[in-house]
Nanobody
Framework: VQLVESGGGLVQPGGSLRLSCVASGSIVSIYAMGWHRQAPGKQRELVADITSGGSTRYGDSVKGRFTISRDNAKNTVYLDLNSLIPEDTAVYYC??????????????WGQGTQVTVSS
């Protein structure tokens, strides 16, 4: 299984970014796709996740500013980051909960993409 994350970078406060994560490999179905983040010296925290049925959860600090969506046909999850603030600076990690061809369930993480909010 492979997760390819893209879209991170440097952005000014108040700006926007779109992160993408494409899953490929021995995947039969993906129940949940999501994003977590980890800032230096802090614990990894949930940013947002979305189930195959479209149910979403958001971390309290990003509600109203970030939007998660997914394209099930493309095994892709997106995260739209708006009204960015310096406190959003972190490495953002994509993760999926999926089932393989043997029926086993896994939780798999990407390598992360850096988001830096600074003027």
């Amino acid at each position: 299984v492979q997760l390819v994350e893209s879209g991170g970078g440097l952005v000014q406060p108040g700006g926007s970014l779109r992160l993408s994560c494409v899953a490929s490999g021995s995947i039969v179905s993906i129940y949940a796709m999501g994003w977590h983040r980890q800032a230096p010296g802090k614990q990894r925290e949930l940013v947002a996740d979305i189930t195959s049925g479209g149910s979403t959860r958001y971390g309290d600090s990003v509600k109203g500013r970030f939007t998660i969506s997914r394209d099930n046909a493309k095994n892709t999850v997106y995260l739209d980051l708006n009204s960015l603030i310096p406190e959003d600076t972190a490495v953002y990690y994509c993760n999926i909960e999926y089932t393989d061809y043997d029926g086993w369930e896994y939780d798999y993480w990407g390598q992360g993409t850096q988001v830096t909010v600074s003027s």
